[in-house]
T-cell receptor, first 113, second 116 residues
Framework: GQSLEQPSEVTAVEGAIVQINCTYQ??????LSWYQQHDGGAPTFLSY????GLEETGRFSSFLSRSDSYGYLLLQELQMKDSASYFC??????????????FGTGTRLLVSP | NAGVTQTPKFRVLKTGQSMTLLCAQD?????MYWYRQDPGMGLRLIHY???????AKGEVPDGYNVSRLKKQNFLLGLESAAPSQTSVYFC???????????????FGPGTRLLVL
């Protein structure tokens, strides 16, 4: 089977740093993605890790450890606009050759002043 | 570029009615997807398409049909709507990276469907 686990909710204050963890169990793993979704909006792509290590994009960084089936999204210098849901998603190979995204249930981040 | 657009934005149906959701993308992407999102369950793949004229089932295909007659359009049909199909439906598209696997999906704004 396959599963992804991430915390349901995280709270933090403006200017702080927060880490959202994601653990996964799946066959045919290709990589781990992170998507952001504001209330009432569409998911938008943040980052993708295919190899072990840290990827940095501005205030956001994403980490992957394939041996531990674990990744995290790190948000620095938090701003009020970062309040949103964050989804980890694994890219998984199907036996047809197609690679699909399997999403976690999301972590709701609440940033307070 | 408009990216990915969806029509309609919101719809109310009675049980047993049918409807079609339209997704269009102007990025010349090969892959297109239909997801549903329910509270606490993340996004679940309904059907997908790897190119014009081809479709395949995802995780939760029952009660839905799809068609991809043109590369830029992906239609999701509900033949006989049920209250369990009340959800937010997202369409997405992606290109095939030269490395062989897709990384980024671009999502439409969503269609909110209420089945009474």
């Amino acid at each position: 089977g396959q599963s992804l686990e991430q915390p349901s909710e995280v709270t933090a204050v403006e200017g702080a740093i927060v880490q959202i963890n994601c653990t996964y169990q799946t066959s045919g793993f290709y990589g781990l993605s992170w998507y952001q979704q504001h209330d009432g909006g569409a998911p938008t792509f943040l980052s993708y890790n295919a190899l072990d290590g840290l990827e940095e994009t501005g205030r956001f960084s994403s980490f992957l450890s394939r041996s531990d089936s674990y990744g995290y999204l790190l948000l620095q210098e938090l701003q009020m606009k970062d309040s949103a849901s964050y989804f980890c998603a694994v890219t998984r190979a199907m036996n047809t050759g197609f690679q699909k995204l399997v999403f976690g249930t999301g972590t709701r981040l609440l940033v307070s002043p | 570029n408009a990216g990915v657009t969806q029509t309609p934005k919101f719809r109310v149906l009675k049980t047993g009615q049918s409807m079609t959701l339209l997704c269009a993308q102007d990025m010349n992407h090969e892959y297109m997807y239909w997801y549903r999102q329910d509270p606490g369950m993340g996004l679940r793949l309904i059907h997908y398409s790897v190119g014009e004229g081809t479709t395949a089932k995802g995780e939760v295909p029952d009660g839905y049909n799809v068609s991809r007659l043109k590369k830029q359009n992906f239609l999701l049909g509900l033949e006989s709507a049920a209250p369990s199909q009340t959800s937010v439906y997202f369409c997405a598209s992606s290109s095939l990276k030269t490395s062989g696997y897709e990384e980024t999906q671009y999502f439409g704004p969503g269609t909110r469907l209420l089945v009474l």
